[in-house]
């Protein structure tokens, strides 16, 4: 199994413009969710999924959008990219509940200029 | 809001040496409690973690955290460090939703062989 993987590793945007960051896991999880790591400021929810098509905001979830049309995959949507939105962007999936173990991708690092 | 408050941002160990590392959460219901961990270059990953039973967990590679309910702590330790230790530990809290998990600002852990 590759877990969860996540692509682009590094992507630098200008301010406007807007990305995609994909997110794809193969261990058949209903639970996945978006986190934006800032340093010294530690990982903040931005979206989350229970299953295909049901996704809710986190803690953090302006200037992003999130769809969820598969169980595998679970990509993040940046419309008009701001650099407050630098940051590194970790996807993460677990089985059936909360509770369970997160597995975790490598990241994607994004600066935006 | 919930909320999770690690006491330190930096440690600095000798090999050998035995660490703790404080976690406090807000919340004071019933609590599901992590450790994640991230080596450099690497995922996060999940150290240990505790639900209910036994206040003190064991994790892997010789990690232990004890949860105490009155304190509303829940801190890591490991009695003997290595130089493999080195890396970003969070704390992380189930939400009262129980839709998402709440991290700390982490613990960068930095030990000299």
């Known amino acids: 199994n590759a877990g969860v993987t996540q692509t682009p590793k590094f992507r630098i945007l200008k301010i406007g413009q807007s990305m995609t960051l994909q997110c794809t896991q193969d261990?058949?999880?209903?639970?996945m969710y978006w986190y934006r790591q800032d340093p010294g400021m530690g990982l903040k929810l931005i979206y989350y999924?229970?299953?295909?098509?049901?996704?809710d905001k986190g803690e953090v979830p302006n200037g992003y959008n999130v769809s969820r049309s598969t169980t595998e995959d679970f990509p993040l949507r940046l419309e008009l990219a701001a650099p407050s939105q630098t940051s590194v962007y970790f996807c993460?999936?677990?089985?059936?509940?909360?509770?369970?173990?997160?597995?975790f991708g490598p990241g994607t690092r994004l600066t935006v200029l | 809001a919930q909320s999770v408050s690690q006491h330190n941002h930096h440690v600095i160990l000798s090999e050998a040496a035995s660490l703790e590392l404080g976690c406090n959460y807000s919340?004071?219901?019933?609590?599901?409690l992590f450790w994640y961990v991230q080596y450099p270059g690497q995922h996060l990953q999940l150290l240990l973690k505790?639900?209910?039973?036994?206040?003190l967990v064991k994790g892997i590679k010789g990690f232990e955290a004890e949860f105490i309910k009155s304190k509303f702590s829940f801190n890591l330790r490991k009695p003997s460090v290595q130089w493999s230790d080195t890396a970003e530990y969070f704390c992380?809290?189930?939400?009262?939703?129980?839709?998402?998990?709440?991290f700390g600002k982490g613990t960068t852990l930095s030990v000299s062989s």
């Open positions: 999924s229970v299953g295909a098509g049901i996704t």
């Open positions: 505790y639900f209910s039973g036994d206040p």
């Open positions: 919340y004071g219901g019933t609590v599901n």
């Open positions: 993460a999936s677990s089985s059936e509940r909360i509770t369970d173990t997160q597995y």
């Open positions: 261990m058949n999880h209903n639970y």
């Open positions: 992380a809290v189930k939400n009262q939703a129980g839709t998402a998990l709440i």
